[in-house]
């Protein structure tokens, strides 16, 4: 990076905690240039069974995957946002979350399913004052037809679904509905 000609500064800053999000986000900005792109990437893991490992642990790990995130986003996307300008690239912890408890359950009779739904016909987006949104106001599923993508059992997928760009649930005559 610094051979293209960025300024490159170690931070260290344990993400875990609210109070580490804020030192590196602190850092990041002290310069006074503006932020525009974040990577919110970081994550741990916890070895061992799922089922069998200490729930303070696994709260840990969200802590650090899930609301430091969260966290981080709202503090880039704040000052990006009014500039009209910036870059979020975020990883998706719990679609891996759901991939590896799938895995470790492989052959214990249990399935574990992610499913990340499309707009759905509720009153979701009007109890969120979210009805003027692109999202809130366009079309939504009727819960007839998924417009989600599920990932289910050994991770088949069913190809995409050119309506919608995105991936049809895995149900159908071959496999049965959840």
Do not use: W
């Not at 990076?1 to 602190?26: F, I």
């Not at 310069?31 to 970081?42: H, K, M, Q, T, Y």
């Amino acid at each position: 990076m610094r051979g293209l000609g960025a300024s490159v500064e170690a931070v260290q800053a344990d993400l875990a905690t609210h109070d580490g999000v804020e030192r590196l986000y602190e850092r990041v900005t002290a310069g006074g240039r503006p932020l525009s792109a974040v990577a919110i990437n970081a994550g741990i893991g916890a070895g061992g069974p799922f089922a069998e490992t200490d729930l303070a642990g696994d709260l840990e790990v969200v802590d650090l995957n899930v609301r430091s995130a969260v966290h981080l986003a709202k503090l880039c996307l704040r000052d990006m946002a009014p500039r009209r300008e910036g870059r979020a690239l975020f990883t998706s912890f719990l679609l891996s979350f759901a991939e590896a408890l799938r895995n470790e359950l492989k052959d214990t009779g249990v399935t574990v399913t992610a499913l990340m739904p499309g707009a759905t016909d509720t009153e979701f987006f009007e109890r969120a004052g979210m009805e003027d949104t692109r999202v809130g106001s366009g079309r939504k599923d009727d819960g007839r037809r998924g417009q989600g993508h599920a990932r289910e059992g050994q991770g088949r997928g069913a190809p995409p679904d050119g309506r919608t760009g995105l991936r049809r649930p895995l149900s159908g005559p071959s496999r049965p509905a959840l």
